[in-house]
Nanobody, 126 residues
Framework: QVQLVESGGGLVQAGGSLRLSCVASGVTFAVYTMGWFRQAPGKEREFVAAISLNGDITNYADSVKGRFTISRDNTKNTVYLQMNSLKPEDTAVYYC???????????????????WGQGTQVTVSS
């Protein structure tokens, strides 16, 4: 049974930083692209970042490019999201997700991801 557990969210002032972690279990972690998504109140869930099997390829939403960094440690079955220069508009519940199919494919589409964590709240105050 695949399980993804996020942590690291919290309340931070604008300009601050947070590091989110997502630990996976019940899955051969190293053969799947992993992604981070977020959902703000009243809005649809949106893509934030994705990382390939061994971390050599990363993609970001334009809104976070240059401020957020996705990384992974396959020895720990963990994917991270380092968030710097946070803005109030980054406030959302952040979810990690495992891509549906194994392999090197990258995607920013929600439907390409089959397993989701429970989410961790990030609140950025102005």
């Amino acid at each position: 049974q695949v399980q993804l557990v996020e942590s690291g969210g919290g309340l931070v002032q604008a300009g601050g930083s947070l590091r989110l972690s997502c630990v996976a279990s019940g899955v051969t972690f190293a053969v799947y692209t992993m992604g981070w998504f977020r959902q703000a109140p009243g809005k649809e869930r949106e893509f934030v970042a994705a990382i390939s099997l061994n971390g050599d390829i990363t993609n970001y939403a334009d809104s976070v490019k240059g401020r957020f960094t996705i990384s992974r440690d396959n020895t720990k079955n963990t994917v991270y999201l380092q968030m710097n220069s946070l803005k109030p508009e980054d406030t959302a519940v952040y979810y990690c997700a495992r891509r549906r199919n194994a392999g090197r494919g990258m995607s920013s589409e929600l439907t390409e991801y089959a397993y989701w964590g429970q989410g961790t709240q990030v609140t950025v105050s102005s």
